[in-house]
């Protein structure tokens, strides 16, 4: 009987997570993608995954290249870990996040004079979709994917 109610209790955390995960995205219920839908474009040291910004402005410009073999290198093209990582993984991070159905652009109202955007772009086997965080623009979902590269480059 102990099973059935946890099973039910952690049911129902999933389902009101959920809810509140397509609430904070804005991502119409039409727009959200499979989980196993995309799948990367190219093979060995082509791009995969590459993600930057300029975290001040004035101050130096990041990049970081995800090859599709799981290499990572900085914007001086330097390997920034020995060991390749599964690029698979933070596909699918990416569509549970609803990358693919974020606008290109994220801006907010306010003025922002000291951090610059960041971006995601993200290369598959039906093309590149980019997304730029502008300063004061707000996602938790580009945030949450982009902390996790940052952590996955050490970058983070």
């Known amino acids: 009987m102990k099973k059935v109610m946890l099973a039910r209790g952690c049911a129902a955390v999933l389902a009101v997570a959920g809810a509140s995960a397509v609430a904070v995205n804005h991502v119409e219920a039409s727009q959200r993608v499979l989980i196993g839908a995309h799948h990367f474009g190219g093979s060995g040291k082509a791009p995969a995954i590459v993600f930057g910004g300029q975290t001040v402005i004035g101050g130096p410009v990041i990049k970081v290249t995800i090859s599709v073999d799981g290499t990572i290198q900085g914007h001086d ?3 920034l870990k020995d060991n390749p990582v599964d690029v698979r993984p933070l596909l699918k991070l990416a569509e549970a996040e609803n990358f693919f159905a974020l606008p290109t652009n994220i801006a907010g ?16 086997s039906t093309g590149m979709k980019s997304v730029t965080l502008q300063a004061t623009g707000r996602s938790r979902a580009f945030t949450e994917l982009y902390d996790t590269l940052s952590a996955v480059a050490d970058k983070g």
């Open 77 to 79: 093209l330097q390997p």
């Open 109 to 124: 109202h306010r003025q922002n004079v000291d951090n610059g955007p960041h971006y995601i772009r993200i290369y598959t």
